[in-house]
Structure formats: C-alpha cells, structure tokens
C-alpha cells in the first residue's frame, strides 16, 4: 500500500504542475471559442480520457516504443517541442475574431469534435512533449519486481486520472472564469498563456539538444583540433547507444 501511495504521489507531483491545467484553460477557451457550452464539456472529456491514455502508455510502454522505433528521449524533446512552439506561436498570432461568426462554429459536427479533440488541446496543449518525457522517464526508472510494478500501475491509472479530473474541471467550466475577468483579462492571459507556451517548447528544445550534445561529446564527435586525424569508428556498442532516457 506504502509504494502504491509513492507512486500515486510521484505521477502528480511530477506531472501537475506541467500539465498546469488551470493555466491551459484560457488557451482552451480561445480554441474553442465558437463552441457552445455543452460542446466545450464534450471535448473537456474527451481530452481527459485522451490525456489519461497519453500518461499512463507513456509511463508503460513508452521507452519499449522509443526502442522499437530507434528514437531516443532528447529527439523526442526537440520534437515535441517543436511542436509546441508551431502551436504557441499561431495561438499568439492568432486575431480577435468578430463574435458574428460565431455560430459557423457551433454548428461543427461532433466528429470534427472529436477529431479536434487530440490535436492541438490533447497533445500538444495538455499532455505536451515535456509530460510525455517525464512519464517515460519515471516509468523506465520503477523497478519491475513482483509485485511492485503492480502497485506502480495502478498508482500511475490513479494518478493519471486525478489529472485528466482536473483538466476536465478547468476546461468545462473555462467560459465561467472569461464571465468573471471579462474578454480584456481573458484576451491577456491568452496572449501570456501563448508566449509561455512557445517558452516552453524552446526549453524543451534546449533540454534535448544539452543531451544530444553529450552524446556527440561522450562518443567522440571530432572537433576543429582533431580535424587532421583519422576518425575512429565506432564500437558496435556505441553505435546501438541511442541517448539517456531509452
């Protein structure tokens, strides 16, 4: 019970304040806007079972697809966060709408809800590349022992699912908060949110490309003194490394 407690504990300490769901509502509610209330709460839940699903494979299996794929961690952090840039960046971009074309979008069919529902406000607005790496990152540190690992899955579903509750209490209710700042806070912290976000994905950028740095540095990537040397090839064994985080 101790270590299901640890684990319960370590998802949403770790993951919380990166998902920061109170923080991504107003992003939310730029996005979706156009949408009628009840359409809003159908997409709060659907991101919260996608973010549930997104934490616990990460947390599972996410190094075993890494590997499958012949992918490492910090290109994943490059990645994502260059993903996380392109979408900070439009948001920050994006122009105030005239509130007349408002119905066209509550109009939308509830596929396209749902489409829109894992890209961009599931991944990468609420479980972004920096969550993703995390949960791989603390899922290939528990110790696979009997029944210890048990209790470390059912602490990430816990854990996972406190946060997807969270996310979907912020998101419904996201239009209450806009009632009470009203549109000029609302248009602010919108802008602020998107900045932050592209912060965000340039940090996580920096992250990856600090580990890949070692890596050329650690296997011996020739440097302007070397120049005049042969290169040495690399060990099979070092040829297979495929970064920290795999």
């Known amino acids: 019970m101790a270590h299901l407690i640890k684990s319960t504990l370590l998802i949403l300490t770790a993951l919380f304040p990166i998902v920061n769901p109170l923080g991504s509502a107003p992003l939310f509610l730029s996005l979706t806007h156009y949408y009628s209330?009840?359409?809003r709460k159908i997409l709060s839940r659907r991101i919260a079972?996608?973010?549930?699903?997104?934490?616990?494979?990460?947390y599972l299996i996410g190094t075993r697809i890494l590997a499958f794929f012949g992918i490492s961690l910090p290109v994943v952090q490059v990645g994502g966060g260059l993903v996380l840039v392109s979408a900070g960046w439009a948001m920050l971009k994006q122009k105030d709408e005239d509130s007349t074309?408002?119905?066209?979008?509550?109009?939308?069919?509830?596929?396209d809800l749902l489409r829109k529902a894992f890209y961009p406000l599931t991944l990468p607005l609420t479980v972004g590349p920096g969550s993703i790496s995390v949960a791989i990152t603390l899922g290939a540190n528990e110790e696979h022992i009997g029944h210890r690992i048990i209790f470390a899955v059912i602490g990430a579903v816990i854990g996972a699912f406190l946060i997807a509750a969270s996310?979907?209490?912020?998101?419904?209710?996201?239009?209450?908060?806009?009632r009470v700042?009203?549109?000029?806070?609302?248009s602010v912290i919108m802008r602020l949110s998107s900045f932050l976000?592209?912060?965000i994905g340039v940090q996580i950028i920096w992250n990856g490309r600090l580990y890949l740095s070692r890596y050329l540095q650690l296997f011996g990537e020739p440097t302007c003194e070397a120049e005049s040397r042969p290169i040495r090839k690399l060990p099979a064994a070092q040829e297979n490394f495929r970064g920290p985080g795999t």
Do not use: P, W
């Open 37 to 39: 209330a009840e359409q």
């Open 197 to 199: 976000l592209v912060c």
């Open 49 to 58: 079972l996608n973010s549930i699903v997104l934490i616990v494979v990460s």
């Open 181 to 186: 700042l009203g549109e000029t806070a609302m």
């Open 101 to 111: 074309k408002s119905e066209v979008h509550r109009t939308v069919d509830s596929k």
């Open 167 to 178: 996310v979907y209490l912020c998101y419904a209710f996201a239009d209450r908060l806009a």
